[in-house]
Nanobody, 123 residues
Framework: QVQLVESGGGLVQAGGSLRLSCAAS????????MGWFRQAPGKEREFVSA????????SYADSMKGRFTISRDNAKNTVYLQMNSLKPEDTAVYYC????????????????WGQGTQVTVSS
């Protein structure tokens, strides 16, 4: 069992930056591929980014490429999402998730989820 706790969300103006963290407990994070997803009110959960266990393979949704960066520190059991040039349409609850095997972009592939952290971008 893996417990995931996100932090770092908040209110930021358009063009600003936030860094989200996802701290894991229960099992070593190095056993898992990790993903970030987001969900805005009335919308489906959306893929943001993913990283494999060794951090040498990352992927991003098209709208996040060049603005968001995913990284991980297995020694600290933590995954990060650096978000730059934020836009009002980035407003959502952001979730981190863990899965064994290869990283993926489909949320149903993931076995463990955090409770989410709210990101609000004002115009």
């Amino acid at each position: 069992q893996v417990q995931l706790v996100e932090s770092g969300g908040g209110l930021v103006q358009a063009g600003g930056s936030l860094r989200l963290s996802c701290a894991a407990s229960g099992r070593a994070l190095s056993n898992f591929a990790m993903g970030w997803f987001r969900q805005a009110p009335g919308k489906e959960r959306e893929f943001v980014s993913a990283i494999n266990w060794s951090a040498d393979l990352t992927s991003y949704a098209d709208s996040m490429k060049g603005r968001f960066t995913i990284s991980r520190d297995n020694a600290k059991n933590t995954v990060y999402l650096q978000m730059n040039s934020l836009k009002p349409e980035d407003t959502a609850v952001y979730y981190c998730a863990a899965k064994q095997g290869y990283s993926g972009s489909y949320y149903l592939e993931y076995d463990y989820w955090g409770q989410g952290t709210q990101v609000t971008v004002s115009s």
